[in-house]
């Protein structure tokens, strides 16, 4: 099944479903809530895998795990620490033989809700998220900054968060930093007939200055499993060169003390 018919598809379906929502995994982009204070929230990515054959060498690059730290704050806020293990084989010919290893992704943020309404509102929720971005990637040096404004629309029949931002990053083998824009939009869709089985998706980008737009379309589930563990599966393709060809994730969400997050 192709992701852009599970986006239709999600889209048409959450007009007339009922919605609860999940947490964030498997999605790149966020939502305008926080654990409660004291706790925390951990999302762990079991696995991944994405292929990217253009500009250059093919490129397959294995996750064998990624982890967010989502601890409660007062005031309606978070800390969120997430890195991404990587090992990359940039020569891919139908063997893996790996090339490089790295951490992906690293960021430190602090996340804080400004203001929250009922659910079934078109009022969204709306979050701020600030941070740094750690240059653990190969070729990079320097700190990168991000900061993002989410909103939440907790709907009747559906469940949408939209995320805005930019900040600076530093592009491999430079010392210049750049500006950066991101931006996302995700649909939670639950399936009635299996009250704890969600469908989801996300369209997300990243536009670095000079460079061309890096884009993906995402589609996937997340279920709720025994003792509120939450597990998500989803596969994922760029649309244009910049992107990532294809790719798929899967993880597990759980909280430490209570669950749920704060709604």
Same mark, same amino acid.
């Given at each position: 099944?192709?992701?852009?018919?599970?986006?239709?598809?999600?889209?048409?379906?959450?007009?007339?479903?009922?919605?609860?929502?999940?947490?964030?995994?498997?999605?790149?982009?966020?939502?305008a809530?926080?654990?409660?204070?004291?706790?925390?929230?951990?999302?762990?990515?079991?696995?991944?895998?994405?292929?990217?054959?253009?500009?250059?060498?093919?490129?397959?690059?294995?996750?064998?795990?990624?982890?967010?730290?989502?601890?409660?704050?007062?005031?309606?806020?978070?800390?969120?620490?997430?890195?991404?293990?990587?090992?990359?084989? /940039? *020569? &891919? =010919? %139908?063997?893996?033989?790996?090339?490089?290893?790295?951490?992906?992704?690293? #960021? +430190?943020?602090?996340?804080?809700?400004?203001?929250?309404?009922?659910?079934?509102s078109?009022?969204?929720?709306?979050?701020?998220?600030?941070?740094?971005?750690?240059?653990?990637?190969?070729?990079?040096?320097?700190?990168?900054?991000?900061?993002?404004?989410?909103?939440?629309?907790?709907?009747?029949?559906?469940?949408?968060h939209?995320?805005?931002?930019?900040?600076?990053?530093?592009?491999?083998?430079?010392?210049?930093?750049?500006?950066?824009?991101?931006?996302?939009?995700?649909?939670?869709?639950?399936?009635?007939?299996?009250?704890?089985?969600?469908?989801? /998706? *996300? &369209? =997300? %980008?990243?536009?670095?200055?000079?460079?061309?737009?890096?884009h993906?379309? #995402? +589609?996937?589930?997340?279920?709720?499993?025994?003792?509120?563990?939450?597990?998500?599966?989803?596969?994922?393709?760029?649309?244009?060169?910049?992107?990532?060809?294809?790719?798929?994730?899967?993880?597990?969400?759980?909280?430490?003390?209570r669950?749920?997050?704060?709604r």
């Open positions: 099944m192709k992701i852009s018919f599970l986006l239709i598809f999600c889209v048409s379906i959450g007009f007339i479903l009922p919605a609860e929502v999940f947490a964030l995994r498997p999605f790149v982009t966020t939502d809530d926080v654990v409660e204070t004291n706790l925390v929230e951990i999302e762990y990515g079991i696995f991944g895998l994405h292929e990217q054959k253009h500009p250059g060498p093919d490129e397959l690059t294995l996750e064998p795990s990624s982890i967010r730290f989502n601890y409660g704050l007062p005031w309606d806020s978070e800390i969120v620490l997430e890195t991404v293990g990587q090992l990359i084989d /940039t *020569e &891919y =010919s %139908g063997t893996l033989g790996i090339k490089e290893k790295q951490f992906a992704d690293t #960021l +430190g943020s602090y996340k804080k809700v400004w203001w929250r309404v009922d659910s079934g078109w009022i969204p929720n709306f979050a701020t998220e600030t941070g740094a971005i750690f240059p653990t990637e190969k070729g990079t040096s320097g700190l990168g900054f991000e900061g993002t404004g989410i909103f939440s629309w907790y709907l009747k029949n559906f469940t949408c939209t995320t805005l931002g930019g900040g600076t990053t530093t592009k491999e083998f430079e010392h210049n930093r750049r500006g950066l824009f991101v931006y996302g939009l995700i649909l939670d869709v639950p399936v009635p007939q299996y009250k704890k089985l969600h469908l989801v /998706t *996300e &369209y =997300s %980008g990243e536009k670095v200055k000079r460079s061309i737009l890096d993906q379309l #995402l +589609g996937g589930m997340v279920w709720e499993g025994p003792k509120e563990i939450e597990y998500d599966i989803a596969g994922f393709t760029g649309l244009n060169s910049e992107s990532v060809d294809w790719g798929m994730t899967m993880g597990i969400t759980f909280t430490i003390g669950t749920k997050k704060l």
